[in-house]
Structure formats: C-alpha cells, structure tokens
C-alpha cells in the first residue's frame, strides 16, 4: 500500500510541476517562434538592394565623426533628428556599406516583437498578448522598416518602450525608476523621428485619463522628457523651415484619395504608391476585409446576446491605451493637416503601428474565442501574404547591387561607367554603394558631396556634357539606366551616331564610333538596365 500511495503522490507533483513549468515557460517557447518567423522575414528583406532615403544615412556616416554626423543632419542635408544616424555610426564598426547602417533598424525591429507581448499581456491578457506577438512579427509594415537605415524602426521600439515603462509606473509596483524609463524613451522615439512625439501624447493621455492618481507624475516626468530633447529644438525649428521640408509637402499627395491609399499603404505596405495592382487583385487587402467583416460580425453578435459590454477595469484601459496610442497619430496629423501643413503620408504614420497590433487584438479578442481566432488568422494571413510579397526584391527594391556585380565580372582597365540611375535625395549615389571598381564613374546628376547639396537640386543638368565625359576615352562604357523610357536605343543620328540616350527627359546621341556589344535589365519595382559600349572607330 505504500509504494502505490508514494506513487499517486509522485505523480500529482510531477504533474503540477509540469503544469507549473508549462505555464511559466509555454508562452515564451511561442513568443520566441514568433521572433524566429519575424526574424526570417526581416532578414530576407535586409539582404535585399537599397536605393532612395538610405543613401542619404550612408552619405552622413561615411568617413565621419560623431560630431560631423550630427552637424550633417543639423543642416538642410536631413530634416530628421539625429538619434538613429548616431546609431548607424556606431554600427559602421562592421564596415560603411548598406548592410551595417541597417542593423539598428534590424535589432530594433526584431527587439520589438516581445514587447507587444509583454505590453499586451499587461493591459489586455495573455489571448491578446499572443495576437499581438504575431501581428507584430508578420507586419509588412513592421518588416519592410526593420531592413531599412532610416528612423522609423528605432522609433516604434522606443514608443512602446515607454508604454511598457507606463504600464508599470500606474501599477502597485510602480517606482521612480520606471518613470525615468518612460522619459528617456519617449525622449529617444522623438529623436528617432518626429512623429513619435504624437505616439507618446497618446501614452501620455492614456495616464492622465485613466489614472488620476497619477496625472502629476506623468506631467512632471513628460516635462522631463521635454528638457531631455530640448537641446535639439534648434535643430527642429530649422528642419521646419529647410527647403526640403517644402519640397516633401510638395510631393506629399493630397485628396481623400491619396489618404486612404496611405491607411491601406500603412497595413499593407507597397514601396511605391501608384504601382499597385487593382484592388480586387490584391489578395492581402481582401484578406484584411474579411477579417474585419469576421471580427465586427462576432462582435456585433456577442453583443447582441449580451454577452458584450464595454470593457472596464485593467481590460478596459489596455483597450484605452491601443486606441490613443493609434489614434493620436492619426489625429494629431489630422489636425496638422487642418492647420496646412500636410505629414499624412504613409512614412508619417509609422507611429502608429505601436498601437495597431495592441488595437486589432484587442478587437478580435472581443469577437469570441473561435469568431477571433478565425479573425486574426485570416488577418495574419494577409499581413503574411503582403510581407512575403515584399521579400521578393523585384516587387520591392531597384538591383543596384545586381547591376554592380555585373560591372565588376567585366571591368576592363580604362573602362568607364556612366551612371544615369541616380534615385538618391542626397549626393550619394545607389550603385555606388555596391560598385567596388577602379573604373571611373561619371554620374548624371548636379548634386554636389556638401552639405548644402539641396539648394542644386533643381539645376539643370548639362546632358551632352556627361554623356561626352563618359564616351571619351577607349572604353568600354558600362551605362546605367532605370525606366524603359532611359534604356539606350538604336537610331539614326548626327555625325555618324547610331545610339541615343534619354537623360533628364533630354535626348542625347552616344558620340560616333560605338557599338552596343551587351545589354542587361534587372527586375525591380522599376527595371534597371546596364548596357555595355565599346569602340569601333576613332
């Protein structure tokens, strides 16, 4: 009798244990593969090419200092505050090239993942908790920024940085130095970008309205976060007033339908507006209409049965806390817009995917427990389809790497290249962020390597000149150009040409005496072709 009761008892206290252990260690073992899945998906996107806003982060932290980086994106070269260049600074350790400017937005991205789960799990529960999680890891969003050198990634993690530090500043176990944890993030979202600032007042108004006890404190220590930026207000005020704010606002779309095109751009991202298929073929927007119409549909009904209210207590002011963190983005551009300045755009509305994993959890989670599951399974399939979309680089990026391997397995000592695919708003020039060549580079472009590059831009560019610098030598000339409209083309010309180029939409003749010998086009979300002359004649 005594062997099978000391066995009954050995196995009821394996069996708590065990119970124990999975319910201590279970959710972190599913945390984690979610953080391996959006690991997966931002590092395919990390080895992609790079063309546009990061050439301008590469050009401020190459061959400089600290302090030269920060008097770069002082001047009119950048209208950003300067937290994640520093950041890129510090990881050129590895080297200056594409891939190590992007590691902050990469660690921040992937970091991230888990702290939608543990803000999650604090304000609204462990079901939400592991929506969340999930959202946050297959994002199109959230991906695309997390292989890209600009601010946007280190931003959101700061955001929710400092909602997680709230969320344990309003609790029983709330110390001083929580607060000081909401202040220097809130203070470093702001100096990663901007916007930031409108995901913060968000957090800051979820205190003052759902904890009155707190509203002092969280005042005081906003302040505090205030004074910790204060020393780039100089900065701010003359990114307002810089040129390229003006020319920004005026590339800025406007209409209500150009906003909506940033909310869809915004939950499933496309890198450049205008090149999307028709609605009804897009497989990741008709995914996330049906989830919306699976969850509203099992809200609606629970709440019909009256087995819905509106939440209160802990879940409640989680829901509270993902609605401002969303919605003052919104908001607070909104209203920017009403007073004439126009940052709606889809970039600009990065901070609120802080809140919109929290926002569409707590959504499907009301829905039921089968309805919200279907819901966000549906959903996550969606954002699944759209980030997988975008890790294929011929729908999200320009082969400038690509065109750089090709000029490098054929570099000949006195070749040239023309480079007429400069898509850069700064001086430094996509190929040349991966061309490793002594063959010399003529650029098509009046952009200058100074700070006031910006005032430039809108020269006109002397086309025959470049083209003559290029085609002066014995060759051969390796020419670079994006668009069909700028591929190089057999014709009759003056003096003996027999090629034109396009180049600024001027036509220019390829001078007399060469021949087309090869010519190559990379697939990309615009086509990107090298064409290679040699000489025929003198």
């Keep these: 009798m005594i062997l099978p009761l000391i066995a009954r008892n050995l196995d009821s206290i394996l069996t708590r244990v065990s119970r124990q252990t999975a319910d201590r260690w279970l959710p972190w073992f599913l945390v984690g593969g979610l953080i391996l899945i959006g690991f ?60 190590s400017i992007r590691l902050p937005s990469m660690v921040a991205g992937v970091a991230v993942i888990p702290v939608y789960y543990l803000v999650a799990l604090r304000t609204l529960g462990r079901r939400a908790a592991y929506y969340s999680t999930a959202i946050a890891a297959v994002s199109p969003f959230l991906v695309y920024f997390s292989a890209n050198a600009r601010g946007y990634s280190v931003m959101i993690l700061m955001v929710m940085l400092a909602a997680l530090a709230l969320t344990f500043t309003v609790s029983e176990n709330g110390r001083w130095w929580h607060w000081l944890a ?46 910790l930026f204060a020393p780039w207000l100089g900065g701010f005020r003359a990114d307002m007033d810089s040129p390229t704010s003006e020319i920004l606002q005026a590339l800025q779309q406007s209409g209500i339908r150009a906003k909506l095109e940033a909310i ?33 549909a099992g809200v609606a009904a629970r709440f019909l049965r009256g087995d819905l209210s509106v939440p209160g207590g802990e879940r409640g002011r989680g829901v509270l806390l993902a609605l401002f963190m969303t919605g003052s ?6 209203l920017l817009l009403a007073a004439g300045v126009d940052i709606f755009g889809t970039r600009n509305l990065a901070p609120a995917w802080a809140g919109l994993p929290l926002l569409i959890a707590a959504f499907c989670v009301a829905a039921g427990s089968i309805t919200g599951l279907v819901a966000v399974l549906v959903a996550l399939a969606g954002f699944s389809y759209s980030s997988l979309w975008l890790a294929d680089g011929s729908n999200s ?19 040239k290249v023309l480079d007429v695919a400069i898509l850069s708003p700064a001086p430094q020039a996509p190929l040349d962020a991966y061309l490793d060549t002594d063959m010399e580079t003529v650029r098509a472009t009046v952009l200058e390597d100074r700070p006031d590059f910006i005032n430039r831009m809108f020269d006109e560019l002397d086309s025959e000149a470049v083209v003559d610098e290029a085609f002066e ?66």
């Design 397 to 415: 990026t320009i082969d400038y790497e690509g065109a750089a391997r090709l000029i490098e397995s054929r570099e000949v000592p006195g070749g």
């Design 182 to 227: 909401f202040s220097v993030a809130a203070a470093l979202a702001v100096y990663s970008h901007y916007v930031g600032a409108l995901a913060i007042a968000g957090e800051v108004l979820w205190v003052l309205v759902c904890f009155p006890a707190a509203r002092v404190k969280v005042i005081a220590w906003s302040l505090l976060a205030a004074l």
């Design 329 to 334: 983005v919104f908001v607070g551009e909104l």
């Design 264 to 296: 869809w751009q915004l939950l499933f991202l496309r890198p450049t507006q205008g090149s999307s298929p028709l609605f009804w073929s897009r497989p990741d927007l008709l995914l996330g209409i049906v989830a919306l119409v699976v969850a509203s």
């Design 40 to 99: 997966a998906l931002r590092f395919v996107e990390f080895n992609l090419s790079s063309y546009g806003d990061e050439m301008s982060t590469l050009w401020i932290v190459s061959g400089n200092d600290f302090s030269t980086v920060v008097d770069l994106v002082d001047s009119d070269a950048e209208i950003s505050p300067p937290f994640f260049f520093l950041m890129a600074k510090v990881f050129t350790v590895f080297g200056e090239n594409i891939s």
């Design 473 to 538: 030598g014995q060759g051969p000339v390796e020419v670079v150009t994006v668009t069909d409209r700028g591929v190089p083309v057999q014709r009759d010309g003056p003096a003996g040409s027999r090629y034109r180029l396009l180049m600024d939409d001027v036509v220019v003749p390829v001078p007399a005496g060469w021949t087309m010998t090869a010519q190559k086009t990379f697939e990309g979300t615009i086509p990107l072709t090298v064409t290679r002359f040699e000489r025929t004649g003198n």
